[in-house]
C-alpha cells in the first residue's frame, strides 16, 4: 500500500492540480491525503472529477485557509473514523484482511496553539487498536538536524513534539531520498530549510513490514514537497516504461519545427513512389521520436535530482533563485509531458482527468 501526503498550498490553480495528476500518475498511490486544499467540500469535488480520484472525504477550509481532503483509490476498503481541522482519520482493510490505521495530520501553524493539535492526535491514538501510520506537515521538527537557516528553534517545542511520539509510541519513518519537505525559497543567508512532512507509524507495522520506506518527491507548485509512504518498500515506476512507440501520426508533429524539418529532409530526400516515402519516413520518425521521449525523461530525471541537492545542501547562496528556476523548468516539462500524451492518446485522459495509467498509455501506444 502507498500512502501520499502533500501540503499543496491551495487547489485552485490549474498548474497544482496538473502536478497532483503528476503524481498519481507516476506513484499509484492507494491513499492520498492533500492539507491547506483552500477550498470546501464542494469545490474539492473539480479535484477528484479531474483526477478520477472519486472516493474520499473532504474538509472544509474556513475561508481561504485550511482544508483537508482524504481521497483514495476505487477498490480500496476505507472506512473514515473521524475528523477534525487538524486530521483525517481512517480505518483500511488490506487485501490479506489485516486492518490498519491511516490518518492524515496537520500540526497548528503557530507553536503556541500546536498543543490543541497534538491533544487531537493523542484523542485519537487512544481508540487505536490496529497498525497506525501517521503522515502530514506537523509543523514541527524533533531536532536541529531538521532545520537549516534562520533561528534555532525553541528547545521546549522540539521535546512536546517528541514527547508526543513517545506517548503514542510512534516511530519517525526517515526518508530514503530527500531530507528538507520545506523552504522558504529566499536568496543566501536568508534561506530556510526544514522537514516539516513526515510520516511515523506503530511499532507493531515496523516489525511487520520491515522493509517500509518514505521518500520525498520534489514539486513546483508548493513551498512543501510531497511525500510518499511505501508500506512495502517497492521502488515506485517513477516514469512510464515505454520500450517501443507505435509508427502513426502525431497531432503534434504539426506544429513541431523540428519533426517538420525531419519529415520534408526526408521526403525529398531521392525520388521515388508515394508508399516508399512513407515507409522512409517511419523509419525515420520513430527512432526520432523515441529519442526526443526519453530525452524529456531524462531532462525530467535530471532537474529533480538537482532539486533535490539544491534543497538538501548546506549551500545557501543564490540557492532561491537557482530553484525558482529549475521549479519553473521542471513545471514546463511537466507540461509538455501532459501535452505529449494527450496529443498521443487522441482522447481527453488530461481534460478529464483519466487517472488510469495503464489503460492510458496502453491505449496511446496501440498495446
Known amino acids: 500500500m502507498k500512502f501520499i501526503c502533500w501540503n499543496c498550498r491551495g487547489l485552485g490553480n ?35 472529477n479531474r483526477c478520477r480520484m472519486q472516493s474520499g472525504l473532504a474538509v472544509n477550509s474556513e475561508g481561504r485557509n485550511g482544508g483537508f481532503a482524504l481521497i483514495w483509490e476505487e477498490g480500496i476498503d476505507v472506512t473514515i473514523r473521524s475528523f477534525s481541522k487538524h486530521h483525517i482519520d481512517s480505518l483500511v482493510r488490506l487485501k490479506n484482511h489485516n486492518n490498519i490505521r491511516v490518518t492524515g495530520f496537520y500540526g497548528h501553524a503557530n507553536p503556541n496553539l500546536r498543543s490543541n493539535s497534538w491533544e487531537m ?13 501517521v503522515g502530514g506537515d506537523f509543523n514541527a521538527i524533533l531536532n536541529e538536524a531538521e532545520k537549516d537557516g ?15 511520539l513517545d506517548n503514542l509510541a ?67 515506476k517513477e516514469y512510464p516504461r515505454d520500450q517501443r512507440l507505435c509508427f502513426r501520426f502525431e497531432e503534434c508533429w504539426a506544429t513541431d519545427s523540428k519533426a517538420k524539418s525531419v519529415i520534408s529532409s526526408e521526403w ?6 508515394y508508399v516508399n516515402k512513407l515507409e522512409k519516413i517511419r523509419g525515420v520518425l520513430g527512432p526520432w521520436q523515441r529519442d526526443r521521449y526519453g530525452k524529456m525523461k531524462n531532462d525530467m530525471r535530471k532537474l529533480e535530482n538537482k532539486i533535490d541537492r539544491a534543497i538538501d545542501s548546506e549551500t545557501r547562496d543564490d540557492s532561491a533563485i537557482i ?31 483519466d487517472r488510469n495509467t495503464r489503460y492510458f498509455h496502453a491505449r496511446a501506444t496501440g498495446r
Open 150 to 164: 534562520g533561528r534555532r528553534k525553541v528547545r521546549a517545542h522540539m521535546d512536546e513534539f517528541k514527547d508526543v
Open 268 to 273: 525529398n530526400r531521392e525520388p521515388t513512389n
Open 170 to 236: 510512534l516511530v519517525d519513518i526517515k526518508p530514503v531520498r530527500g531530507w528538507f519537505t520545506w523552504a522558504n525559497n529566499r536568496s543566501g543567508g536568508n534561506m530556510i530549510k526544514e522537514r516539516l512532512d513526515r510520516f511515523v507509524t506503530s511499532v507493531s507495522m515496523i516489525e511487520k513490514y520491515p522493509f517500509m520506506t518514505s521518500k520525498v518527491v520534489r514539486q513546483t507548485q508548493s513551498d512543501h514537497d510531497e511525500i510518499i509512504w511505501d508500506m512495502w518498500g517497492s521502488k515506485p
Open 14 to 48: 490549474t498548474a497544482t492540480v496538473r502536478e497532483l495528476k503528476q503524481l498519481l500518475a507516476a506513484y499509484k498511490p492507494d491513499i492520498v491525503f492533500l492539507s491547506e486544499t483552500k477550498m470546501s467540500a464542494n469545490e474539492f469535488s473539480w479535484v477528484q
Open 121 to 133: 492526535l493523542e484523542k485519537v491514538g487512544g481508540l487505536v487498536r490496529e497498525d497506525w501510520v
Open 323 to 353: 530553484l525558482r528556476e529549475m521549479r519553473s523548468r521542471l513545471s514546463q516539462l511537466y507540461a509538455r509531458k501532459e501535452k505529449y500524451w494527450a496529443q498521443r492518446s487522441r482522447s481527453q485522459w488530461l481534460r478529464d482527468g
